[in-house]
């Protein structure tokens, strides 16, 4: 049997969040009991368990927490994809989120560098966000 895709498994729960990042939106869940935000979606609070939580859209900035660049990944589709920076970010909103780096013309990257939410639509039609160094506008 051929090894399936690694596509995300969407279901009712999580569609709002594909549809969105279809659209180059990125949502995130917020507590409406306890006002904090998490990731990845859960229908439920994971801080205070309430399951008064709603999707909200993110800003789409983050800071980077940490990176690594993988060489080495017999998994399909990330076989295809070596060399790529797996990266954990600390989204504006609060989330850690895990995700990749793209933009590597920018130079090594660095901790703490201000980062913006990107979207790459995979060959399935589903639209996966990464993240970039920020453009910025003075
Ligand atoms: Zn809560």
Do not use: K
Not at 10 to 23: E, K, M, N
Not at 78 to 95: C, K, Q, S, W
Not at 111 to 116: S, T, V
């Amino acid at each position: 049997m051929a090894v399936p895709p690694a596509a995300p498994e969407i279901d009712a729960f999580t569609r709002p969040f594909w549809d969105a990042a279809g659209r180059g939106v990125l949502l995130i869940r917020r507590c409406l009991a306890c006002a904090r935000a998490h990731h990845y979606p859960r229908e439920f609070c994971p801080y205070c368990w309430s399951e008064d939580v709603d999707w909200e859209t993110a800003s789409g900035r983050a800071v980077l927490y940490t990176w690594s660049v993988v060489h080495r990944n017999d998994l399909p589709p990330f076989d295809a994809r070596v060399p790529y920076t797996a990266a954990v970010v600390d989204l504006d909103e609060g989330p850690r989120m895990m995700t990749e780096l793209v933009g590597g013309a920018e130079g090594t990257p660095v901790i703490g560098m201000a980062l913006e939410v990107a979207f790459r639509t995979e060959g399935d039609g589903i639209a996966i966000p990464l993240f970039r160094p920020a453009v910025r506008r003075r």
